[in-house]
């Protein structure tokens, strides 16, 4: 179709049409430029682009000589446009009319198709027989080298985009666990320093033993948040837990001051028992730490843990000062804190355990005027009710009285 005279012509306007794509955004503005030079540029008046997703080939682009049924998408397996793309290889065919693998959309005599790369396909058709010459063929491979180095171009881009992005969010979520270590290693510490200065003043060896278990719970916490560092996962490895196998051993490892614990029923859950204990004890400080003050002390709190009455999840509530329905949403925030000494990292990381396991947390008031926290979609919550003869379970409505910061159970 290019005419051997206009050959230099065709050239150098080809060369501008590298420039040109260099300013395209996306691939889509790329196929629709590469087809506006094919036809300004080769008289390739009927062309179009199809770009592979997913096996398929979808059109990105069509030049307007093209009616509206006379291109389609196909699959990578179908007609001209499909061998090219598997082969890799250029094609010319003289006569569509003979050509076994031709699946025509108009009235088309010959087609010249090119592949894009592993991007797809350019194809330029004909309605006569015999359309395009060896020029031709010369000219469209190096109009489509350029459209193939401004494609690699985008993807070059958008995958430094996302490395960026990635190291952005690898920053933030390593400023999370450092945060995290060091505001909820405080807890066993201040548990192992006073066991050990009981240790010094009694001599009794079982203080030693409450030592160790604070001791351990630093090394598995340490541990699990290193394996949340390396593999950038939100959760570790989920299991089966009941609610009272998970807030009893917090209890024991917070430093609650003399308050007191009331397991309100129990429950099973599928969650990460770690992370679980980092929201149970976030919890159960806060609760000490923010619940009294007003001539409350920490031995006048009740912390009550149990499940909510449409068995959707559970909640964990104290009789404390409670939290003023203005400050509920701000408290969430990392780092908002009403106490001077205090972090403020503690109930961010109990929302980002909620968030993690896909739980709803909210924020209301408790029945003795305290804080509530409910956590609701807990589709793996399963109480411990009695089913009565239609199959209808009813709660088991006991309480029981974990213990105080003594250590009874």
Known sequence: MTAAADRPHALKALNTVATELKDCETPEEVCERTVAAAERILDFDLCVINLEEDG?????????????????????????????????????????????????????????????????????????????????????????????????????????????????????????????????????????????????????????????????????????????????????????????????????????????????GDATLTGDPERLRQLFENLFRNAVEHGTGEGRAPTDLTIRVGVLPDRTGFYVEDDGVGIPPADRSDVLEPGYTTNEEGTGFGLGIVKGVADAHGWTLRIDESEGGGARFEFHGIESLRTDGTADENGTEHEDESESEVGTDDGAV
């Open 56 to 264: 398929r080939l979808p059109i990105a682009a069509v030049s307007s000589g093209v009616p509206p049924d006379g291109a389609t998408p196909m699959s990578v397996e179908e007609g001209i446009v499909g061998r090219v793309y598997r082969s890799g290889e250029a094609d010319v065919v003289d006569d569509i009319d003979e050509e076994p693998d031709a699946n025509p959309q108009g009235p088309y005599g010959s087609a010249l198709t090119i592949p894009i790369g592993d991007y797809g396909v350019f194809q330029a058709v004909s309605e006569e027989t015999h359309g395009f010459d060896e020029s031709d063929l010369e000219l469209g491979e190096l109009l489509v080298a350029h459209c193939s180095s401004a494609l690699d171009r985008l993807e070059r881009e958008a995958e430094i985009r996302e490395h960026v992005h990635r190291l952005e969010r690898q920053n933030d979520r390593l400023e999370e666990f450092a945060d995290v270590v060091s505001h909820d290693l405080r807890n066993p510490l201040s548990v192992l320093e006073g066991y050990l200065e009981l240790a010094r003043e009694t001599n009794g060896p079982e203080h030693f033993d409450r030592c160790e278990e604070a001791v351990e719970r630093m090394h598995r916490l340490i541990d699990g948040l290193l394996t949340l560092a390396r593999q950038g996962e939100t959760l570790g490895e989920t299991e089966e837990l009941s609610l009272a196998s998970v807030v009893e051993p917090c209890w024991r490892t917070v430093d609650t001051g003399g308050a007191d614990l009331v397991l309100e």
